[in-house]
């Protein structure tokens, strides 16, 4: 396979920040209908990860691209239209609007006929809304203002706001951060099905849910690749259980 097969392949991908490298000479390949785990101590450079790739945070050297696409000098507007989306660790979500609302104004304008200006809510986005809805578990919740919804809840209609766009890539910064048990399980059951079609990037550290959902593991530490591979070599690599899982 050649690197250019890869839908996301990060090279020698280095940022420092006042001279301090967060990410130092990384290099990292995700396949299309991949899930991956990236897991690491507090630090290790995880989420500027994630900042570099969606264009939050520029890079200082090396080479990110998607699906050959180089995105290292890219908007972070256009990276989302090429079909990049990002979850970040708080949910960013309208408290005021209505789970339909929220969906609704996630669709991407111009992608409707009458464009940005007109009134989106065509049969086209009202379709789409539905079939969001059913996959996060909130059909029935489509008139209830999102503030009123569980944390849990939120943290999906974030995701269901991400799946609206119908992104290749999807990372997502720890997702089942103060979720309930069934929430998470659930949550799991979420990631393995929106994989498909597409990429997804996960943080997370708890390693019960990584064994549900990884198909493999990076662990990262000090801006670098630790280990990388299935969950059961990464977790009885003495390095991985001496930085990060030991404790
Ligand atoms: P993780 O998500 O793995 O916990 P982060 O990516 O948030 O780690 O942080 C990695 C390191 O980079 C930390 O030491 C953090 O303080 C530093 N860092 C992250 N973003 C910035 C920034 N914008 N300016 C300065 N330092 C930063
Ligand atoms: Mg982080």
Redesign the pocket.
């Known amino acids: 396979m050649s690197n250019t097969d890869f839908a996301l392949a990060v090279e020698d991908l280095t940022v420092s920040?006042?001279g301090?490298k967060?990410i130092e000479d990384l290099t990292l390949y995700i396949d299309r209908n991949e899930l991956r785990v990236i897991i690491?101590p507090?630090?290790?450079?995880?989420?500027?990860?994630l900042d570099l790739i969606c264009g939050k945070?520029k890079a200082s050297s090396g080479s990110i691209k998607f699906k050959n696409t180089e995105l290292t000098r890219m908007a972070e507007h256009k990276r989302v239209r090429l079909g990049i989306g990002r979850k970040f660790q708080t949910p960013s979500i309208y408290e005021n609007l209505s789970v339909f609302q929220n969906l609704e104004v996630s669709y991407p304008a111009g992608r409707s006929v009458f464009g940005a200006l007109a009134f989106r809510c065509t049969d086209e986005v009202k379709a789409r809304v539905q079939v969001v809805a059913e996959d996060i578990w909130l059909s029935d919740k489509l008139d209830t203002e999102a503030g009123l919804l569980s944390h849990g809840q939120k943290q999906w209609l974030e995701i269901g706001m991400l799946l609206m766009q119908e992104p290749e890539l999807l990372m997502l910064d720890e997702p089942i951060a103060g979720m309930s048990a069934r929430e998470r399980e659930l949550t799991a059951e979420l990631l393995k099905r929106i994989c498909v079609n597409r990429s997804v990037i996960v943080?997370e550290h708890d390693m019960d849910f990584v064994k549900q959902i990884a198909h493999k593991v990076t662990v990262?530490h000090q801006g670098k690749i630790l280990a990388e591979g299935s969950m059961d070599t990464v977790q009885n690599d003495p390095k991985v259980i001496d930085v990060y899982l030991g404790h």
């Open positions: 920040f006042d301090f967060a690491g507090n630090g290790a450079g995880k989420t500027t990860l945070t943080i990262m």
